[in-house]
C-alpha cells in the first residue's frame, strides 16, 4: 500500500470548515484513499473513501486532485466534537479483507 | 447492532501471567482483526481472519502471542507469558468482504492492557 503524508497536528475554529491534507505521491491506480478518525479512548471510526472522483457524505467531503498525488478531509463545519486524530490511509481492493496501515496522523484540535 | 464487543474493557495482571481477550465481531462480518496500540508504535496490526481462517499474522509479535476464531462470532488473542511490554490499547474490527468492493472496518471499544 502506499505511503501517506499528513500533518502532526492542525487547529480549527468551532463552526468553521476543517481542511485536513494528505498525500500519496506513490498511490497506484488501483488504490482508494481512506479516511479514518479516532476519538480520544476510542476506536478508529470509518468516515469516507474515493478512488478518483471528490466524495461526499453525512460527516465529510473527499476532494482528490486531478493526479491523485495528494486529498484533502473537509469537515464543513467542524465542532467540538470533532476533536481527534485524522488517519488518511490508501489501500487498494484485493478481492480479500485486507488490512488498514495507520500513519502517525493529523491531530485537530477544535476549539471555541 | 451493538457493534463489536469486547472484553474485558480493562486488565490490569502481573508479569508471566495469561491474559485472555475477546471479540465478538458485527454479526454476518465475515473478516476479523487484531491491532494493538501503543504511543511508541502507534496503531499497527497483528492478525487478521478472513471466514475465520488467518490470512496475514506477520504482525504478530512473538510466539507469546496467539489467536484463535473458532467460528464466525468469536475471536481470543492469547498472551503467555505477558510482559510489561505488552501494556498497551487492543482493538478487535471487523468487516464484511465481498469482493472487490469496498469494505468498512468496524472497531470495537478496546481493551486497555497493564501489565505489571
Not at chain 1, 24 to 45: A, L
Request: proline residues 6%.
Amino acid at each position: 500500500d502506499a505511503k501517506t503524508t499528513q500533518p502532526p497536528s492542525m487547529d480549527c475554529a468551532e463552526g468553521r470548515a476543517a481542511n485536513l491534507p494528505c498525500n500519496h505521491s506513490t498511490i497506484s491506480g488501483n488504490e482508494y484513499v481512506y479516511w479514518y478518525r479516532q476519538i480520544h479512548s476510542q476506536g478508529p471510526q470509518y468516515i469516507i473513501h474515493g478512488l478518483k472522483n471528490n466524495e461526499t457524505n453525512e460527516m465529510a467531503s473527499l476532494i482528490i486532485t486531478e493526479d491523485r498525488k495528494s486529498s484533502t478531509l473537509i469537515l464543513p463545519h467542524a465542532t467540538l466534537r470533532d476533536t481527534a486524530v485524522y488517519y488518511c490511509i490508501v489501500r487498494a481492493h484485493t478481492g480479500t479483507a485486507s488490512k488498514l496501515t495507520f500513519g502517525t496522523g493529523t491531530r485537530l484540535q477544535v476549539t471555541l | 447492532d451493538a457493534g463489536v464487543i469486547q472484553s474485558p474493557r480493562h486488565e490490569v495482571t502481573e508479569m508471566g501471567q495469561e491474559v485472555t481477550l475477546r471479540c465478538k465481531p458485527i454479526s454476518g462480518h465475515n473478516s476479523l482483526f487484531w491491532y494493538r496500540q501503543t504511543m511508541m508504535r502507534g496503531l499497527e496490526l497483528l492478525i487478521y481472519f478472513n471466514n475465520n481462517v488467518p490470512i496475514d499474522d506477520s504482525g504478530m509479535p512473538e510466539d507469546r502471542f496467539s489467536a484463535k476464531m473458532p467460528n464466525a462470532s468469536f475471536s481470543t488473542l492469547k498472551i503467555q507469558p505477558s510482559e510489561p511490554r505488552d501494556s498497551a490499547v487492543y482493538f478487535c474490527a471487523s468487516t464484511l468482504s465481498q469482493g472487490l468492493a469496498m469494505e468498512t472496518q468496524y472497531f470495537g471499544p478496546g481493551t486497555r492492557l497493564l501489565v505489571l
